[in-house]
Structure formats: C-alpha cells, structure tokens
C-alpha cells in the first residue's frame, strides 16, 4: 500500500482576519504562500516522490498544491480536483468575523457548531447570492448537492467518500499521494483514519503548511502517522 500525505492549505486572507470562509474562494495571504513554499521543500528534502495530487475547488487549497508540487520540481505530477474535499460550508457565518458571531449567539452555541459534531451553522437561503448556485465553479453539479451549511459530521461523509472512491485505487496501486485540503474536511479524514471517535474529533489540530504523512499495510490497517519536517543537507 501506498503513502497519503496531507497537507492544510496555507493561511488564507480570511484566516489572518479572522472570518468563517468555508466555500467562500479565497486566495492565500503572503505567509500562507510561504508555509506553502516550505512545505514544498520537506516533501523535497525528505526525497518524496509524488505520484498524484489532489485538492478541494478552492483555489487557497489548489495554490498551495501547486507551489508544493512547484517547490518541490515535481510540477508533472497529475492533480485532481473535487468538491468533497472541500472545507466545511459554514453557512449564514461565511464571511462573518469569529468574534462578532461568538459574540452574537454565545459561547454555548458557538463552540457547540464550531467544535461540535452534528450541529450545523444557520443555513443560507436560495436568494442569498453567497450559496454556491450562485458560484460557476459548481454548474456541472446536481444542485440537490450543493450544501447550504454542513454540520462536521457531514463533512466527514464526503471527504471519507471520496476518499475511498478517488484516493485509495491510488494506494492500493502503491502510489505516494498528496492530497492539500482544509481544516475540517482534513480534520475528518484523519479521524477517520486515526478511529478517533466522533466525541473527541474537535480536539484534532490541523496546523496550515504542515505535511503529514500515513503509511497502511495492503489491507490499508495504518501502520503509522508522521509529522514531516525538512531534513538537513548532509555535506560530503
């Protein structure tokens, strides 16, 4: 079986405001291009070869997959995209700033959606031009998927479906596949790897530009989780 490294997407304008993006597209800030950047070079010192890539729609995920993937002189490697790996539609919250909403509904309601497991945020409405109807980028898609919110739990539906579909045929033909994603969408996958319960998955930190790497045996049983850092140049 082969290795799966993921990788969060690098800190984004709306990350370093401090604003629930969710599907909102937006691009990296300068620093996220560079945890980017240094991600690229541990896949790079370490010698990792990449055989496919793949990212969620948004393009703060798709950019960092490609300065990775540039950084590391391995701009080749065939990348696929789709919308179940994704982050976490925050609904009626996309685009408002965390502490205005906490202060809004409470700390009660806010950290029972935001850490919580089944409990979505408010959901947008049909008229409300921030739904993704609204958003070419998903006009090949059924509308009937598109989420109007989504709870964590939701999130992990998608992202472990695709998963299976998509990532593990790779796997299985002993590929080292790199998927660059978000917060939750990874914050799912990883407990889903890890069989971390549902009850405890809030606790999963996700830090941006750090690669993580999971080795299976051929019955995809994990043998082992590590966290990449770059290697030193041994001088001869």
Known sequence: MGNLILV???????????????????DLA???????KKAGEIIKSNDIDIDICFSSYLKR??????????????MHVDTRYHWKLNERHY???????KDEVLKEVGEKTYWGIRRGYATP?????LEDKRHPLYDSNYKALDENLLPNTESLQITQLRAVNY???????????????????HGNSLRALMAHLEQIKH???????????????????????????????KRAVELI
């Open 61 to 74: 995920a798709i950019r960092t997959a490609w300065i990775i993937l540039d950084t590391a002189e391995q």
């Open 8 to 26: 969060r997407h690098g800190k984004s304008e709306w990350n370093v405001q401090n604003i629930f993006t969710g599907w909102t597209d937006v």
């Open 199 to 229: 009850t405890d998955l809030p606790n999963i930190e996700v830090p941006t530009g750090i690669p993580f790497m999971y080795e299976f045996d051929d019955t995809l049983k994990l043998l082992g989780k590590q966290k990449l850092k």
């Open 163 to 181: 998963f299976y579909d998509a990532i593990v045929p790779q796997l299985a033909r002993n590929k080292t596949v790199l998927v660059s994603a």
């Open 91 to 97: 609904g009626d919250w996309q685009g408002k700033n």
């Open 121 to 125: 945020p408010p959901p947008l409405t």
């Open 30 to 36: 300068p620093e996220g291009i560079e945890e980017a």
